[in-house]
């Protein structure tokens, strides 16, 4: 049987473990103390929503606290909830943002908020992230939402498709490509130079290759613009020949520092703009996200069975 100071003793670490998570949230969406992440995107000088300065998206204003939930006028920019055109709807449907917008350092980090299938409970995308509020906007969840009917991850699905979108963003100028003849999967690769595995998937390419597999290495500097490894993957991607710099700089061999920036910028952006905070990382075509080392005979079973 539990006695009273045990279950106080519970409800104190409850309480705590709340406050962390609170605490946790908020600082992973203020700019004081910046993690590596932030640190990167501050250092291109990069436009995004969770950086507080996307132009196009219109702050939604904090709801006083002395106003019922349906007499609300918020004004929300059609692209935050695109299921919606008549912002009557909005006024009808959207949940309480007052405790989400005291917890972020700038409303703009709110970039979607969408119906769940569960009622009474939002879809919100932060910072390239996907979150769920509660119509009161009292409860945050962070975590993945499981349709155990369908078996589907329903927070992968959405996440899939923002990847899906940030990798149409990457262009032939991008990447480093090995296509094989008949091609029946693209699949990314964000690498390093001082990455093990990453030389070993680049040494590999022909294998995947082998599988009808065409593969994208995307650069992605894992310590930044300001690293050694930046300046390594730069002098490659500014090379007339970037397979044999890339096949050079695995060998140990030092290129020629070149600042190149234009050419690592937007690929290393893009990645960290789709959670991708280590190398090797694999990016499929649909959108689905795998850290370390993938064998190119595991590749091919993945991608047959996405």
Partial sequence: MKTS????ANILLSILSLSFSAQAFAQNHTLSPPNQRVENLLNYGVDLPFLGRNSNLTPVPAVPKQEKQNDRQTEVPAHIWPEFTNQAEFHTLLPDLTHLQALMHNPEELEEISLSPIAGL????IANDVYYLSRDGRYLFEGNLLDLSSRENLSDHRRNQMRRQLLSELNEIDVIAFAPKKAQHQVTVFIDVDCPYCRV???????????DIEMHFAPFPRNGPNSTAYGQLSAVWCASDRKQAMQQVNQGLALSAVNCQ???????????KMGVNA?????????SLIRGYVAPQNLARLLENQ
């Fill in 201 to 211: 998937i680049y040494d590999k390419a022909d294998q995947y290759n082998e599988l």
């Fill in 262 to 272: 234009e050419y690592i910028k937007k690929p290393h952006v893009v990645g960290m």
């Fill in 122 to 125: 939002y879809q919100v995308v």
């Fill in 5 to 8: 100071s045990n279950i106080a």
């Fill in 279 to 287: 190398t090797p990382t694999f990016v499929l075509e649909n959108g």
